[in-house]
């Protein structure tokens, strides 16, 4: 009777497991998104979120939906899916950073298991796009509210990262104290000289070197972007001061030799000293190039040192940065008869890679650990059963089972762009801006920015305008707001 309880229990474990991967479900999306089409893009995004519903992956799913309709020029559904996002991501900061119950349990499947709840990088492009969206709409209140809750994040990252770090810790040393034995040392099996020698190949370096609390997660994009909105916007005299910061941190965290971000801050400087009234003359070029990281898995035969016999050795997918390479890194953009550069603000690889990198310590970990679990419990199983049908049952269906739940946690925001440039120069006379070839009309006074999608080295650009101004802007003349409108 107990071996088949034994036989029973873990089978029925088998039946729960398999399940597809955020960058398989998003394959046929993404083709659309990579070729320029947003708006078929857009209706696919939006499919797959509405039946994500209810999974845990609703957060990632409604990024993408909201990053792809705001690229297909439909602002206030982009408004609506990251207002649905921002209250998920409100939903799970309420909560303890780390649940131990969940950590524990996902220890028994995968870490895709788990909620998606946003990494740091999630949540500040959500503020910026978020932001953007007010701006083209011209809601700038609401533009300012996002604003301000981006610069709260960013300036309070360190502290996010350290309380993370800590919880982490805790729910690691819970899995590993109540599964496997209790004593089970991950870092053994990973420091195996062919499996480290694997794991080198992919991520280089010191992949087992220790978290840095002291990693902040920002974005000089947002600075600026803060920067170039409460310059325009200023209410009063402590919003032009705030301007003057944005530019000055922005350009300390973009390293200190970014020639728009010392412009733009020699701009606001002036404005709060009272030299000038208001900027005025500017026109921006905000360049997406390209599409963000996606992530791949790799398999290792790795040695788990347990006490299962039967199964010394079990194979396990691990997570890596796939980039994005096929795309345009430069416009031609030309204003007043004269070439205009773009200057990198925000490197989106680099962004990402940087988190990516500094949990990839915990995710090995913990991938380790789930397989040492499993084959702990397979163990005990075939032990429980004895010899014979019952413990060959077993064995197999442990195989099958490490085999269902193997895959990485692969969910990822994957329509974020590869690079965010920006062109900074003076309005010529009459307005008249040449982005790729196409007329591009802006008001020849005043502060304009023309923002420039282009997903793939073969697509036609996206472009769009908008200024500061509290009127409307007209269609026929102004350059408008719909996606792609430029002036004849």
Not at 26 to 41: L, V, Y
Not at 158 to 169: G, K, L, Q, S, V
Not at 379 to 407: C, E, F, P, V
Not at 424 to 449: I, K
Request: overall charge positive; proline content about 3%; hydrophobic content about 40%.
């Amino acid at each position: 009777m107990q071996s088949r309880v034994a036989v029973a229990a873990f089978l029925s474990a088998v039946l729960l497991s398999g399940c597809a991967t955020h960058t398989s479900l998003t394959k046929d999306a993404r083709r659309s998104w990579a070729s320029g089409d947003m708006a078929r893009a857009s209706a696919e995004f939006s499919d797959a979120s509405e039946d994500a519903s209810g999974s845990g992956d609703e957060l990632v799913w409604k990024l993408e939906e909201g990053a792809a309709a705001r690229a297909s020029g439909n602002l206030k559904k982009s408004v609506s899916d990251f207002k649905a996002a921002a209250a998920i991501i409100d939903e799970y900061e309420s909560q303890p950073d780390i649940s131990l119950t969940r950590e524990t349990s996902a220890v028994l499947t995968n870490q895709s298991y788990l909620p998606y709840k946003g990494y740091n990088y999630d949540k500040i492009m959500l503020g910026v796009y978020q932001s953007l969206n007010y701006m083209e709409l011209k809601e700038f209140d609401l533009a300012a509210v996002e604003l301000i809750r981006v610069g709260n994040f960013q300036s309070d990252s360190e502290r996010i990262n350290r309380r993370r770090i800590e919880r982490e810790a805790e729910a690691l040393d819970k899995a590993r104290k109540e599964n496997a034995g209790g004593n089970y040392d991950a870092s053994k099996s990973l420091s195996n000289p062919q499996v480290s020698a694997k794991l080198r190949q992919v991520y280089g370096g010191d992949f087992l070197r220790g978290q840095a609390a002291k990693g902040v997660y920002v974005n000089p994009f947002a600075y600026w972007l803060s920067g170039v909105y409460f310059a325009n916007r200023a209410v009063d005299a402590s919003d032009k001061n705030r301007a003057a910061d944005m530019f000055r941190i922005g350009g300390q965290v973009a390293g200190g030799d970014s020639d728009v971000f010392k412009a733009d801050l020699q701009m606001a400087e002036d404005l709060a000293d009272g030299k000038i009234s208001k900027p005025g003359g500017i026109t921006y070029v905000v360049y997406e190039a390209g599409c963000a990281p996606v992530r791949g898995q790799f398999q290792i035969n790795l040695p788990l040192y347990i006490v299962a016999r039967n199964v010394p050795h079990v194979s396990l997918n691990f997570p890596y940065l796939v980039k994005q390479d096929s795309y345009s890194p430069d416009l031609r953009i030309s204003a007043g008869g004269r070439s205009q550069k773009l200057e990198t603000l925000a490197d989106m690889d680099s962004i990402i890679g940087r988190e990516f990198n500094d949990r990839l310590p915990a995710v090995l970990t913990k991938t380790v650990l789930s397989a040492a679990v499993k084959a702990s419990a397979q163990y005990a199983a075939a032990r429980a059963a004895g010899d014979g049908w019952a413990a060959l049952a077993i064995n197999i269906a442990g195989s099958i089972y490490q085999t269902l739940m193997n895959d990485a946690d692969l969910r990822t925001w994957t329509t974020l762009p590869k690079r965010i440039k920006v062109a900074r120069f003076e309005t010529p006379p009459d307005g008249r801006v040449l982005v790729e070839g196409r007329a591009v009309q802006v008001q020849a006074s005043g502060v304009n920015v023309v923002l420039v999608k282009k997903t793939g080295p073969a697509c036609p650009p996206v472009i769009r305008t908008f200024d500061f101004s509290d009127a409307s802007r007209k269609d026929s003349k102004s350059g408008g707001t719909r996606a792609g409108k430029t002036a004849k």
